[in-house]
């Protein structure tokens, strides 16, 4: 098995969009990345070369092009690292370290992968979708927000080609309620193989994991913990896993050994592991 390291370096930004309210596309030139990233993984990064903000920030990578040496983040502007790096201009540059963490796993033939996106976490599915039509696989993207503004890609991921059940809590598209919903609706009305993967808030990663527990399905979710450095040495992104059948969890650093983990395995605040966990950990092992 080859390991390859992520390439550290300064990228310049070749492409600026911005999407509706405090939403960005910025494309940047990374050979490596472009060249070896998969769906799930992400890249820490910060713009120029100042103090300021102290850290850089993980994204998630949205999609690449080896023959271009790009790849493009979906970025929302909620705090100073982000809010810099938006305000880059085509030609200024950032710091950056990638292809990082672990990918999305490949569904077995036949099973329908059903990708579950919660705001700005549908950034990685983009390239999911993309890695399992190239594959010959069968992706449905569910997209869900409060509202319509928080689904700024819904016409980009249409022209696309991804098959799309969006989700507005206040009715304003697609399904009225939480992106669940039409999850669930989904299953029962499709009894086929299928494989549950998440990105989103932590309230809807639960959820997921609960409803691939209620249905005996295998779900992966890519966890959104606090992260100082990408590469597991401060420690800040560690999150309780369970490995095996063993009630006790154990802590694994979301950067290194994630950020996509089995729904299974993953401790959600206030859970107790139940019964049923256990048995589902000790068939898998």
Known sequence: MIVRMPANRMVPVVARDRLRGPYWLLTFRHPE?????RAGQFVMIKAGTSAEPPLRRPFSIMTVDPRDE???LFIKEVGPGSA???ALEPGETAQCLGPLGRPFATPPPDTEALLVAGGYGVAPFRLFAQELDTGGGRARLFYGGRTSDDLPLLETLAAAGVPLEPATEDGSVGHRG???APVTEWLEAHPGPARLYACGPEAMLHAVARL???RNLEAE???DPWMGCGIGTCLGCVVEVQDGSE???RYRCACTEGPV????RVRWPGEEASLARRAALEARR
Do not use: M
Not at 33 to 37: C, F, L, N, P, S
Not at 261 to 264: L, V
């Open 247 to 249: 009630p006790r969890a």
């Open 261 to 264: 983990f089995d729904a299974a």
């Open 33 to 37: 990345v472009a060249r070896e990233a």
């Open 84 to 86: 810099a790096l938006a």
């Open 212 to 214: 691939a527990e209620e």
């Open 221 to 223: 979710v890519s966890l």
């Open 70 to 72: 790009t790849f493009t």
């Open 178 to 180: 939480r992106v669940t």
